[in-house]
Every structure is written in C-alpha cells, then in structure tokens.
C-alpha cells in the first residue's frame, strides 16, 4: 500500500492551513478545479469520459514450475495446479471487476466533475483542456507461490531450516490516458505471512519442532484488494487530472498535490517529479 497517503487528520489540517497561506500558483489553480465543481459553477465545463475493463485476465505465474517435473502423474500434476490456483479458481470475475470499477468511479466523482461512462475505447472523444479521458484496456488477477525459509543456528553450529510456500496475489490494472500515448500499468499486492518459533529442539537427534502460524489469504482479501486499487488509481487519476488542469492554466507543474477524496481536497504537496515518480507506471511510449 502507499503508505505516504496515510496522513493523521491531525497533519492534513496543518498542511492545507499552511498551503492556504502560501497560496502558491500551483496550488490556488488546483483548489479552483476543486471548488468550481464543488459549487456546479457554470465554469465548470470539464468532463471525465471512462471505458472500464469488461474481463479479468487470470495469470499464476507458479504454474510454469509444473512442466518442470515430468516424474508427475497426469493426477498429480492436477493436484499440484489446483493448489497453485487455489485463489484464481474461487474468483467470480464479475464481483472481481465490480469490486475494481466501483471504487475508481466512486473516487473520482468525489470531484463532482461530471462522468461519462463509454463502453467502447474507440467512442472515447479527443482530450482536450475540457475533456479528460481515461480507458482501462485490462485488469489482471495474479496469483503465485514464493518460496521461503526460517531458520537458526545453535551455539554448538547447528544448523536448522524450515522451508515452507507463502502465497501472493497482486490485482493489476492497465491504463490509457487521452494525449498520452504511452502505457501506464498499476498494481496491489497482499502476501500470506508466516510467524514460528521453536517449541522443541534435540541437539542430539539433531532436529527442531516448530510452532508456527501461517495468515492465509482467503478470497474475501482477494475482493478487497480489487477495491482497494480502484481508490488507489481513481485518486491517483485525480491527482494527474490537476497536475493537467495545471500544466494547461500554468505552462508547467512545479508541484504534485495528493488528493483527499474523503474531502474532495488537496491534503499535502511535494515537488512534482517526486509525485510523479509514485503515481502510475509508465510502460511505453
């Protein structure tokens, strides 16, 4: 998660206070983006058209590992890709794409900036200063196993391991944005986690018992983490439409703002590479 938009309200307060007063050109040309829409001002000409994903793509990477054992039974290949899969297989991909869908759409229109939905990405009109687009050509749900190991080592040298498998899933999004051609790309990644410690230990028998517990991920974690990308690429959405709104009143951006959906405002400022640089990834030209 990006940790950096978890700010105490406490914080946020002082930030925007301080901001107000500085009142920096950047900044009073973000704030009246916000306001003009949060008042319906007949300036308020601006529109967001969105094409939101129709599938999801499923992708367990783990699988390749399969081929790599030809000893195994036609069975038990089966049984070793059902519990690679054992996410993908459970995920209902309409719940999946709404769970996604309706957060993005629900934080941006926390602007107000009216929305149009389009459902073919080639209807989507030109962008312009008045016209923002955004398409969302794929979202991915990923699934792996990562390999991992405890151990310790005794005073005398010995020298123990326990090797055990933790599962990750990472919700992935695609993005076009109009007047950009390149290829944008954001991602969500929840992993299990594993805590142990030595219940009993034969350093005679050289062996260890451990007593371990593994936080599993169930698929109600796997829903969640498609919502809770769709709040983390509408606000980032947001936060580029201003950056835009700037460039377009200003010529150019000298600072990014981090955008508050809960208050439709802006809640701390840092130079603009550096927002950037933690906003969507840039895949291609």
């Known amino acids: 998660m990006n940790t950096r938009r978890y700010i105490s309200l406490i914080a946020v307060t002082l ?20 306001n003009k829409h949060r008042r319906g001002s007949a300036s308020a000409t601006e529109k967001i058209y969105v094409c939101l994903p129709k599938e999801v793509v499923h992708t367990n990477t783990s699988l390749n590992e399969v081929t790599n054992f030809p000893y195994l039974t036609e069975r ?7 519990s690679l899969t054992a ?8 719940v999946f794409l709404s769970q996604f869908s309706s957060a993005l759409l629900y934080t941006i229109s926390r602007t107000n900036v009216p929305i149009v939905l389009v459902d073919d990405e080639t209807r989507l009109p030109k962008a312009s200063e008045q016209v923002y687009t955004l398409n969302i ?23 123990y391991a326990y090797d055990y498998d933790l599962r990750h899933f990472s919700a992935n999004a695609w ?14 990644e929840i992993a299990e986690t594993f ?6 230990l034969s350093q005679q028998e050289k062996k260890a018992t451990i007593d371990g517990h593994f ?6 974690n796997v829903y969640q983490t498609a919502r809770d990308l769709g709040t983390l690429c509408g606000t980032l959405y947001v936060e580029r439409v201003l950056t835009q709104y700037i460039r377009s009143r200003r010529g150019s951006n000298s600072e990014y703002f981090y955008y508050l959906p809960k208050t439709n405002d802006i809640g701390q400022e840092v130079p603009y590479k550096e927002g950037m640089a933690e906003g969507f990834d840039k895949l291609s030209q």
């Open 15 to 34: 930030i925007t206070g301080l901001l107000a007063v500085s009142c920096t050109t950047d900044y009073s040309c973000a704030k009246s983006f916000l």
């Open 76 to 82: 038990q290949q089966d049984s070793v890709i059902a």
């Open 87 to 94: 996410l993908l297989d459970k995920i209902d991909d309409s």
């Open 137 to 159: 050509p794929q979202l991915e749900a990923e699934e792996f196993l990562q390999k991992r190991r405890s151990d310790f080592s005794t005073r005398n040298g010995v020298y």
């Open 175 to 188: 993005f076009e944005f109009g007047g950009d051609s390149s290829m944008y790309f954001k991602n969500l």
């Open 195 to 200: 805590k142990g410690s030595v219940k009993k």
């Open 215 to 220: 936080n599993r991920i169930g698929l109600n």
